[in-house]
């Protein structure tokens, strides 16, 4: 941020439990400014940015105490007591990790960034989520809409050219879920893609299907 009135806002339930924040800014001056917990709750959310044309503010915030040297111009330094998961997030997480059988397993390769999200070492928005399969949006989005549609299991399925006799109901299903969600998120349209290997430009061996829509695809594809 190239200022210190870009859109700081600090949530006053944190104020309440005696937070105190240290906003530092400045380029050619620095300010420095303490906000400590007050007895009246009348506002959800403080904003400084709706003090910076006010006169007594940054006549009493030049006032303040200089910096110490080295400091960056513009940071931000909160102290609090870190907020940690509750107990009921706590057990829905060992369950997922329980219950989650790492991709090894079916000896067809080496585990992948899909286990952590399956075993919710690693969080994701899901969108869809089944006893089969999961439906999360992709975090590097290459369309408006962008998520990916995988199965639970991987199963030795670690590329649409290894699939077997007996998956293709797991395939028709995940095809299924990537229109339901599709039509409700894209309802002009969407695209459906299965990279498959080298030249597909596969690079996570654990089947998935991408669907982009919320844009005008274009004709070839790359």
């Not at 007050?38 to 105490?65: E, G």
């Not at 090894?104 to 999200?117: Q, Y």
């Not at 089944?130 to 999360?136: N, R, T």
Request: hydrophobic share 35%.
């Amino acid at each position: 941020q190239n200022s210190f009135y870009n859109t700081y806002i600090v949530p006053w339930s944190l104020l309440q439990r005696g937070i105190k924040t240290i906003v530092t800014v400045g380029h050619q001056k620095s300010i420095f400014m303490r906000i400590i917990l007050s007895r009246f709750s009348i506002l959800p959310f403080i904003s400084l940015r709706n003090q910076r044309h006010n006169p007594t503010f940054l006549t009493q915030a030049k006032n303040l105490p200089p910096l110490p040297p080295n400091t960056p111009h513009t940071t931000i330094h909160t102290t609090a007591r870190q907020m940690t998961p509750t107990p009921s997030d706590e057990v829905a997480a060992a369950k997922a990790a329980a219950a989650h059988t790492p991709s090894d397993t079916d000896k067809a390769g080496p585990p992948t960034v899909f286990d952590k999200l399956l075993s919710g070492e690693w969080p994701t928005e899901k969108v869809y989520e089944d006893d089969l399969v999961l439906a999360f949006k992709d975090v590097n989005p290459q369309a408006p809409v962008h998520f990916l549609v995988i199965p639970k299991k991987r199963d030795g399925l670690t590329m649409l050219s290894k699939m077997r006799d007996d998956q293709k109901g797991l395939l028709g299903h995940m095809m299924y879920v990537a229109q339901s969600v599709g039509k409700k998120e894209c309802p002009q349209g969407f695209r459906v893609v299965v990279n498959d290997g080298e030249h597909g430009a596969q690079s996570v061996f654990h089947l998935h299907i991408h669907v982009f829509g919320g844009r005008q695809m274009k004709w070839p594809p790359g």
